[in-house]
């Protein structure tokens, strides 16, 4: 798959300590092993001139304190807290000075942030969704991406899970409903 690096980002979803290192509170040993998939397909896509995005699932702590329904800590403990080690992006994945960081707040990273401008002003186009976890914010991410009329292209071998049908089912949705799933050796970069 041809990809133009000056309409295309790279969009690297939650690689975070909490989610990433065994050591974090939502540790999936799924997330864990895409990282040096993606630090390869980060280096790759850096090299054509494409851009890197990474997003970080951030909590301040007092986020869900008068929520009436949407409440992330009753579902999954408290994690990533604003400020934390775990909210950090994985050492492997070394975030440089040319590249964003789209700090959100939910599953969705177009929800309330700066993400749709920042991608609109920079004439991109095309997404290449990778990172964790595969049926949570990568989904919706994906997903919301599409609706926004960008072309979502989910990276398969990039895509941590805490579930191999996790994953399976996330990318067959999105396959089926809003974007295309490939392998990251079928993606080619200009210029690389």
């Known amino acids: 798959m041809h990809l133009e690096p000056a309409r295309t980002a790279l969009v690297v979803v939650d690689m975070q300590n909490g989610f990433c290192h065994p050591e974090g509170s939502l540790y999936a040993p799924g997330s864990e092993e895409v990282i040096e998939p993606i630090a390869t397909l980060v280096e790759r896509a850096s090299t054509s001139g ?15 304190e008068d929520a009436h329904y949407y409440d992330e800590f009753e579902q999954w403990g408290e994690h990533v807290l604003e400020g934390s080690w775990e909210a950090e992006i994985v050492d492997e994945l070394p975030v440089e000075e040319a ?39 990568v989904l919706h991410t994906g997903g919301s991406a599409g ?17 191999d049908d ?27």
């Open 99 to 137: 590249d964003h960081v789209v700090e959100k707040h939910t599953y969705d990273a177009f929800y309330d942030t700066e993400l749709e401008g920042w991608l609109d002003a920079r004439g991109i186009e095309d997404l290449v969704i990778c990172g964790t976890l595969a049926n949570v914010c």
């Open 50 to 64: 494409a851009r890197i995005l990474y997003t970080r699932d951030v909590h301040p702590p007092e986020q869900f």
């Open 166 to 192: 996790h994953r399976e089912y996330a990318l067959d949705h999105a396959d089926w409903l809003f974007g295309e799933v490939v392998e990251s050796d079928a993606l080619e970069f200009d210029g690389e």
């Open 147 to 163: 609706l926004r009329d960008f072309r979502p292209l989910m990276v398969e071998d990039c895509i941590g899970a805490i579930e």
